[in-house]
Antibody, heavy 124, light 109 residues
Framework: QLQLQESGPGLVKPSETLSLTCTVS??????????WGWIRQPPGKGLEWIGS???????YYNPSLKSRVTISVDTSKNQFSLKLSSVTAADTAVYYC????????????????WGQGTLVTVSS | SYVLTQPPSVSVAPGKTARITCGGN??????VHWYQQKPGQAPVLVIY???DRPSGIPERFSGSNSGNTATLTISRVEAGDEADYYC????????????FGGGTKLTVL
């Protein structure tokens, strides 16, 4: 059974870089069928996709966050990571990692399963 | 950018049918997916490809998509179905990206 687990600091100072890692277990991150994604949810609000990565390193980013986001993959550790730079209080959220499933034509995409999420607070 | 519109809340009595809508411009031409999120938990996929159910999701959950509206239908609603529900599509524009609806709080009366 595939499982994903987020890890990283729960508190980040304004203007600094948020860094999180997602460890995948029960399956290989190098599977040709899947991307791997990050989604966040500010307290009491809805879901926002941040970006996704293929094991080869190919990425998709949310256009609204693209200038601040870097997603990378480490196949040797079965992990992928998120870096979000120049954070503000608006970046305070629960951050989820998830397997990003797509069809062969790459026009249909969904997320399953999700990690349990980790709360990151931006505050001095 | 593509926008998905959901009603903030839907209420239904136990045993009745709940319908949660997701509106978007010509959404019928896209594939819609639905997630259930209970308080303090991660979202769970309940419908993909408009109307397919992942294994383990009860048959009471169904989906449809046509025109400008996609609908998640929950039949014979149970207290345990009380949750937030989100629709999601992929916008294949020049800068493709994932779009989520704002979410609907389902209250079981």
């Amino acid at each position: 059974q595939l499982q994903l687990q987020e890890s990283g600091p729960g508190l980040v100072k304004p203007s600094e870089t948020l860094s999180l890692t997602c460890t995948v277990s029960g399956g290989s991150i190098s599977s040709s069928s899947y991307y791997w994604g990050w989604i966040r949810q500010p307290p009491g609000k809805g879901l926002e996709w941040i970006g996704s990565i293929y094991y080869s390193g190919s990425t998709y980013y949310n256009p609204s966050l693209k200038s601040r986001v870097t997603i990378s993959v480490d196949t040797s550790k079965n992990q992928f990571s998120l870096k979000l730079s120049s954070v503000t209080a608006a970046d305070t959220a629960v951050y989820y990692c998830a397997r990003h499933v797509s069809d062969t034509a790459m026009v249909i995409h969904w997320f399953d399963p999700w990690g349990q999420g980790t709360l990151v607070t931006v505050s001095s | 950018s593509y926008v998905l519109t959901q009603p903030p809340s839907v209420s239904v009595a136990p045993g009745k049918t709940a319908r949660i809508t997701c509106g978007g411009n010509n959404i019928g031409s896209k594939s819609v997916h639905w997630y259930q999120q209970k308080p303090g938990q991660a979202p769970v996929l309940v419908i993909y490809y408009d109307s397919d159910r992942p294994s383990g999701i009860p048959e009471r959950f169904s989906g449809s998509n046509s025109g400008n509206t996609a609908t998640l239908t929950i039949s014979r609603v149970e207290a345990g179905d009380e949750a937030d529900y989100y629709c999601q599509v992929w916008d294949s524009s020049s800068d493709p990206y994932v779009v989520f609806g704002g979410g609907t709080k389902l209250t079981v009366l």
